[in-house]
């Protein structure tokens, strides 16, 4: 049964009407220290929001920053939240309705905006490092390492730039020096086809002695040369050959270029010429491109034996040839190709059609430089 002094007066009821009234605070997760709390310092604000009363913002009193906040939630009909206030002397109660709030943490906005204007893989990157195990820290700095600042690079360029100088000299149309290089010395104002390229450009005398002597040797030991084992080029003009000593060096000659052609690789100690070594070293130094032990035979080296190859058959058949005994010789050449070497020698075609194209002739004047130079196609577009 209750007691005297456990019974109270209720003095007033107060209802909140339009004002805010008292307002319950809790604070989300759970509540805060005493030494915290004594910290905080709270206030009301009008909310922007129109489902809540007010905004209440706990402050900090010597920092000054917004460290809880929270919205005042309209009452509903159904329940209200009143304070009771008792007078502890005349034992009187007053009740007002109040508001509640539930007060959260907030982040400072610098802190936001500093995060929005992160770069994502910058924001990994710490997080990684700060978080993250030792595996992933690892293949987070090597990616750091990695990273290029492209301002810097742009920056490095175009100070390159600025330093580069362009010789208006170099703007000039060249001659193509690798077709030059290819070519025996040529005589481009010759009078006669038997100037145009001298035997001398592509044989010294001392290197066809070499060969004449070789021919001479085999001939007293009656240790011929069968034509049957060699190339049906030596074949097509070795009876052009018999009544002129040099012109029978000039096609063995032509024949151990021929042997070049078929080579897929030159090695050091391997012979190319079978009949002279002086002329054996005089290939290895003229048609090899590197001095290592062993070199591929590169399109370059098989251009420039088969133009020299076409200039020798030309001084053997009075500046005529027939490309096919030539294509016939080396396996796998392309006749298109052959046509185009003879074509930058400077020779012209004697019969018209794709069947008798073949059939080549060096005439007087030359053609100019530039007209005997193949001229690169630009591909279509497809």
Do not use: W
């Amino acid at each position: 049964m209750s007691s005297a002094s456990d019974e109270c007066q209720i003095r007033d009821v107060k209802l909140r009407g339009g004002q805010l009234g008292p307002v319950i605070v809790k604070f989300e997760h759970a509540r805060l220290k005493k030494a915290e709390a004594s910290d905080l310092k709270c206030e009301v604000y009008t909310s922007t929001n129109s489902e809540s009363a007010g905004t209440v913002a706990a402050v900090a009193k010597n920092g000054g920053d917004v460290v809880y906040q929270g919205d005042v939630a309209k009452e509903g009909d159904l329940c209200r939240t009143f304070l009771a206030i008792r007078n502890k002397r005349t034992n009187k109660m007053r009740i007002y309705e109040a508001s509640s709030v539930m007060m959260s943490p907030t982040v400072a906005s610098n802190f936001v905006d500093l995060f929005d204007q992160q770069d994502p893989k910058t924001a990994n990157y710490k997080l990684s490092h700060a978080f993250g195990s030792k595996k992933n820290k690892r293949i987070a700095e090597q990616k750091a390492r990695m990273t290029v600042n492209i301002d810097n690079v742009k920056e490095k360029l175009s100070a390159t730039a600025h330093d580069v100088t362009i010789n208006e000299d170099t703007l000039a149309p060249v001659e193509d020096d690798s077709f030059l290089n290819m070519l025996p010395p040529c005589n481009q104002e010759a009078a006669t086809p038997a100037d145009v390229y001298p035997i001398s450009g592509i044989l010294s005398k001392k290197e066809i002695k070499s060969l004449v002597q070789y021919l001479s040797e085999a001939e007293e030991s009656d240790q011929h040369l069968d034509p049957s084992r060699l190339s049906p080029f030596y074949q097509s003009l070795v009876q052009k050959t018999s009544q002129c000593t040099q012109k029978a060096a000039l096609l063995l000659y032509a024949e151990s270029l021929i042997r070049l052609c078929k080579m897929k690789k030159i090695v050091r100690n391997e012979k190319i010429c079978l009949y002279s070594d002086l002329v054996n070293n005089k290939i290895l130094k003229d048609f090899r491109t590197g001095q290592a032990f062993s070199e591929i035979v590169t399109q370059f080296m098989l251009d420039k034996a088969l133009v020299h190859i076409i200039i020798i058959g030309l001084h053997l058949n009075g500046f005529t040839l027939d490309l096919e005994k030539l294509a016939r010789s080396i396996p796998r050449l392309n006749m298109t190709r052959v046509r185009t070497l003879a074509n930058m020698v400077g020779t012209h075609s004697m019969k018209k059609g794709v069947a008798s194209s073949n059939l080549i002739e060096l005439r007087v004047p030359l053609p100019n430089l530039s007209q005997r130079i193949p001229q690169q196609r630009t591909p279509r577009r497809k």
